[in-house]
């Protein structure tokens, strides 16, 4: 008998990842990129870069694959199982997940693309996009008419909502 953990909602979260990848890609998907795992993502915002850290662990940088095209973050690779054939004995439970991962993020249109930066260390895949120099924020000195002042409005040229 093979023990396994019960996941009651397992199904409906593989059906809402399904759908999740299907959107971001605005439609785009093919159904064999709707198979395998997606490595769960982090993804920071800061002042000067959009930070996206993939967990992959046990996953050799070799067999990863990043790109960006129509602004939209693809990671995919390719994983296998250190167990594929067990000659002895069966497992009890099996949770580290193997085969090919997909996973697609819209970027922002405040990212430079052309200026990423990747790092693999200790299973987490770093990707680095620094924001264009519209998207940050700027000082604008507004010029008073009449009592001679000025004054200093501070503020970010992007669009809301980015």
């Known amino acids: 008998m093979v023990m396994q953990r019960w996941q009651p909602f397992r199904e409906l979260e593989r ?43 046990d996953v050799d940088p070799e067999q990863v694959d990043i790109s960006v095209e129509d602004d939209v973050l693809t990671i995919k690779g ?30 922002p249109d405040v990212v430079d693309t052309e200026r990423a930066e990747s790092s693999y260390e200790n299973g987490v895949l770093t990707i680095t996009f620094p924001k264009s120099e519209r998207a940050k924020a700027k000082k604008i000195q507004i010029k008073g008419r009449g009592d001679g002042g000025s004054r200093t409005i501070e503020g970010s040229t992007s669009q809301s909502g980015q």
């Open 78 to 107: 390719q994983t296998s199982s250190e167990h594929e054939e067990q000659k002895e004995g069966q497992y009890l439970l099996r949770e580290r997940r193997f085969g090919s991962f997909y996973r697609a993020v819209r970027l």
């Open 15 to 57: 059906m809402q990842e399904a759908i999740n990848r299907l959107w971001g890609d605005g439609g785009a998907v093919q159904s064999s990129q709707l198979e395998g795992w997606a490595m769960p993502l982090d993804v920071i915002a800061n002042e000067n870069s959009i930070e996206i850290k993939a967990s992959l662990p």
